[in-house]
Nanobody, 118 residues
Framework: QVQLVESGGGLVQPGGSLRLSCAAS????????MAWYRQAPGKQRELVAT???????NYANSVKGRFTISRDNAKNTVYLQMNKLKPEDTAVYYC????????????WGQGTQVTVSS
């Protein structure tokens, strides 16, 4: 059974940084792309960043230049380094498989809350 466990969220002031982690289990992690999503109160879940098996990355325009997605295949973990945080980054952050056929596609963990506020 596939599983995703997110961690690393918290309360941070504008301009601050956080590093999120997502531990994946239940399948061969290094064979699949992974992605981070977020959902703010009253809004739909949105794709934030994607990392492919070869290390290529894509970012939403709203986070480009501030966030960095990475992965450690030995630890079955994907990370999201978030710098220069803004209040509009406040959301629950989730990781998942971004494409059909990915074992984690449609699987959601509990998420990790990120709150950016002074």
């Amino acid at each position: 059974q596939v599983q995703l466990v997110e961690s690393g969220g918290g309360l941070v002031q504008p301009g601050g940084s956080l590093r999120l982690s997502c531990a994946a289990s239940g399948s061969i992690f290094n064979s699949f792309a992974m992605a981070w999503y977020r959902q703010a109160p009253g809004k739909q879940r949105e794709l934030v960043a994607t990392i492919f098996t070869g290390g290529d990355t894509n970012y939403a325009n709203s986070v480009k230049g501030r966030f960095t997605i990475s992965r450690d295949n030995a630890k079955n973990t994907v990370y999201l380094q978030m710098n220069k945080l803004k209040p509009e980054d406040t959301a629950v952050y989730y990781c998942s498989g971004p494409f059909p056929g990915n074992p984690w596609y449609g699987t959601w963990g509990q998420g990790t809350q990120v709150t950016v506020s002074s």
